[in-house]
């Protein structure tokens, strides 16, 4: 099938899932993860009404995304993969948020970054909530030390949190990463009223039905619309 095709087939699904969980439907974003494919494929995407991108590799974003911005102003990229102090000042003029945020030397660099360009941009806080995973934040005091420093980024606007699941094809283990992201980003809107948290960024093109069925509103799916990734 088609990239176009995928694309439909996948916002189909994802509208079924909203239907069948009683959620409102538009309540999920998706999100394309164009991670190792062409500016051309990505413009098959756009041609089907995508507009919100994923990149998780700062020098690959940065050739990409620039020229695709300018040509489609409506689309959006957000940076979705580890990231290192020295790429910040690479992606920050291309991404609309960081989902990636996972340590506050990390936020002080991106609140730098975007002083520099006088420019607003939003952060996920990337949660540990499986062992297989090694980045994110571990635990509530830090998660509440980062949302505390905030208090001197006026460039940073906090939206809410994002995981990744665990490679396995164990559904309770699954949904246990998932639902423990609800709890975390629960307990975090009770600390921290003033900031809207509201944004879960979790599922991917194994899991997305169980993210939705357990709250996620943004998904990210690469290989259910491009197919298996081409290494390069």
Known sequence: ????????????????????????????????????????????????????????????????????????????????????????????PIVSCIQSVDRIELIEEIEKQCAKINKRIKILFESHTAEDSKSG?????????????????????PAGFMTMAPFTEDKNMIEASFKKLVSIAETMKNLFPNFDLSELSMGMSNDFETAINCGSTLVRIGTAIFGERKKG
């Open 137 to 157: 934040f571990r635990s509530i005091e830090s998660l509440k030390e980062a949302m505390n420093y905030l208090s001197k980024c006026s460039h940073i606007i």
């Open 1 to 92: 099938m088609s990239i176009s095709n995928n694309y439909k087939q996948i916002l189909d699904s994802i509208k079924k899932i909203e239907k069948n969980a009683n959620r409102s439907s538009g309540s999920v974003k998706l999100l394309v993860v164009s991670k190792f494919h062409s500016v051309e494929e990505i413009e098959e995407a756009i041609k089907a009404g995508a507009n919100l991108f994923g990149e998780n590799r700062a020098q690959e974003a940065a050739e990409k995304f620039p020229a695709l911005l300018e040509k489609y102003p409506s689309i959006e990229l957000h940076f979705i993969g580890s990231l290192q102090r020295n790429k910040v000042k690479q992606i920050v």
